[in-house]
């Protein structure tokens, strides 16, 4: 029996002579808090593109929970809980938070088209709108267009819509992006404190991110695997260091100051 929920294997993608990921394998584990790490360039959206189905693998395969799942559509993907976040805001700029949580939690349930009688008539919708405004620091703001919302608010809310998916894995691609200083803490707080159950993998360049949240982390270069391990040993790696081009105080400045789990 293992314990692997989402693996990528020896994946393959070529665009035209250049090889964007090349034999990359990666397993991510139930429960897991894993980083995937790497300067600009080193193809990481491209193998989040392949993981969730926007790209298919030259070669290579993907499996979840036992499942070769290569050849999925991006929503096929999502109904068997494979969820992500993209790095720039996918939202509705008209909708309020509540109108967008509602829309999705009624998707996810079969109701469709009919979120807006949900939200009143179905006590289930309503309760777990409720539960995903506290849990995301969205309540005050709830009622407000997505589009006035401050730019934290609004990452707050594109990671509650993909937990409303109700994911087994979750993909974080850059969740702090863009996002101001004084707005961040809240973010990291929220992201911290995701349900223990659900498997995540964080692509970040924010180092204070990665080293707090991350027990295992692969380092991604030029589309290959350079190295993988838990947080100290990474930190550690000369390699990394040497690949991140003088950033090597960044990373042991983050692993001093950041507590890893386990």
């Not at 990666?26 to 790209?55: F, Q, S, Y």
């Not at 777990?128 to 005050?140: A, D, I, M």
Request: glycine letters at 10%.
């Amino acid at each position: 029996m293992t314990d692997t929920v989402l693996s990528a294997q020896s994946l393959v993608k070529k665009f035209g002579g250049i090889t964007a990921t090349n034999n990359v394998t990666l397993d991510l584990e139930k429960g897991a808090r894993h980083a995937l790490i790497g300067p600009n360039g080193a193809g990481k959206t491209t193998l989040i593109n392949l993981l969730t189905g926007v790209l298919q693998p030259t070669n290579g395969k993907i499996i979840l929970e036992g499942q070769d799942i290569t050849q999925l559509a991006p929503y096929q993907r999502v109904r068997r809980g494979l969820v992500r976040t993209f790095q720039i805001n996918q939202l509705f700029d008209t909708l309020t938070p509540l109108e967008t949580l509602a829309m999705t939690v009624s998707q996810q349930r079969g109701l469709g088209g009919k979120w807006w009688q949900a939200l009143g008539a179905r006590a289930g919708v309503t309760e777990r709108c409720e539960q995903l405004l506290e849990q995301f620091h969205l309540t005050g703001v709830m009622a407000q267009e997505t589009r006035v919302l401050a730019y934290g608010k609004r990452r707050l809310l594109e990671i509650a819509i993909a937990l409303a998916c109700e994911p087994r894995v979750l993909l974080l691609d850059e969740p702090v992006a863009g996002v101001p200083a004084g707005e961040r803490e809240e973010l990291l707080q929220t992201v911290a404190a995701l349900p223990a159950d659900v498997s995540i993998l964080l692509i970040e360049h924010d180092m204070d991110l990665v080293f707090s949240f991350a027990q295992r982390m692969t380092v991604l270069v030029n589309g290959t695997v350079l190295t993988e391990g838990d947080p100290s040993q990474i930190a550690n790696d000369s390699r990394v260091k040497a690949v991140y081009l003088g950033h090597g105080d960044e990373i042991n400045e983050a692993m001093s100051e950041a507590t890893p789990h386990g």
